[in-house]
């Protein structure tokens, strides 16, 4: 195992590498302006010289090959280049933003799991009960209704109704736990919803097909409980196809990051990216890519380690 992990982390570089180079050409090549023409740029009284001086200073001058290879070797070092609107290093800007991101992302995780987990071993324990038909219901409406458009309906509603809306000040965990839950529980409920839906139907699905197995009536016929029947042998049997199902999940949290930090105002990577998106910052947008490449190929690596603990028969090569 130690062996594939250490080739699964190498093969880490090109992909980004290949990522960050169909970005940069994307931007550069099908795009007929950039970031300097939209900061600096004053609508009927062009300068040329001075953005001429801008595109030098951000290393935005030379052959497309030579401005990537300038980022690419400040990447190595740590240094992901500089906003064009702000004048800030994007590395410092993504280290302020990197734990927000990760806490939504991790949490709606959270949540998924342990709703999921446990709704969908109810109700394959109660099958074709109204507790079975309840989450199957619940289960399906979750999964078929977008989970962006649930958070624009809440901010809207709750504005008419509560005269509530997101917070503009937000706090970091480690400066204040309470004013930071208060602001990002919502949003992080809603996007963990979106995933429960499609594990706990899998979990159902999956408990159902064990319990037939003959290792758990033999468990049945050893007079084990069914709380230990279940927890022990039926849970963990079905566990292989239910990580595989987090992992393609994965990317969708991501996704719903970006797009939950701009409806509820959370200062995270997502937001930065957007605004990013607006202005053609090509350094924000690359860093920020670069950041979801990184979280989304460790991710695989680390659902694919842990097939290997929760089922020993699996050898990784």
Do not use: C
């Amino acid at each position: 195992m130690g062996q594939y992990a250490v080739q699964r982390v190498a093969l880490m570089a090109p992909t980004l590498i290949g990522l960050t180079l169909v970005i940069f050409f994307a931007l550069r090549v099908l795009i007929p302006t950039d970031a300097v023409d939209l900061a600096y740029a004053e609508p009927g009284i062009p300068d040329p010289e001075r953005m001429e001086h801008l595109r030098e200073e951000f290393g935005l001058t030379g052959s497309l090959p030579m401005q990537y290879l300038r980022w690419l070797a400040g990447v190595v070092q740590g240094d992901l280049g500089k906003s064009v609107f702000s004048g800030r290093p994007v590395t410092e800007e993504l280290f302020l933003r990197v734990p927000t991101s990760l806490q939504l992302g991790l949490g709606a995780l959270l949540i998924t799991l342990v709703i999921a987990l446990p709704v969908g071993l109810v109700s394959a324990a109660r099958q074709d009960s109204w507790i079975d038909y309840l989450s199957r219901g619940s289960a399906i409406f979750f999964y078929a209704v977008p989970h962006f458009w649930i958070a624009i309906l809440v901010v809207v509603f709750a504005s008419v109704w509560f005269s509530w809306a997101p917070s503009t000040q937000f706090r970091a965990l480690w400066e204040d736990p309470v004013a930071n839950l208060k602001h990002i529980w919502l949003p992080m409920l809603i996007l963990g919803l979106n995933a429960t839906g499609t594990m706990i139907r899998l979990t159902r699905t999956q408990v159902l097909e064990v319990v037939k197995q003959d290792y758990v009536r033999t468990a049945r016929a050893k007079g084990l409980s069914t709380r230990v029947i279940y927890t022990r042998h039926i849970l963990r049997n079905s566990l292989l196809p239910i990580i595989t199902v987090v992992g393609l999940q994965i990317p969708n949290i991501v996704a719903g990051t970006v797009i939950f930090e701009q409806i509820f105002l959370v200062p995270g990577v997502g937001r930065y990216l957007l605004q990013a998106l607006e202005r053609l910052d090509i350094y924000v947008i690359l860093g920020a890519n670069l950041f979801f490449g990184f979280v989304l190929v460790i991710s695989n690596l680390i659902v694919d380690l842990i097939y290997g603990l929760v089922d020993p028969r699996i050898r990784l090569s």
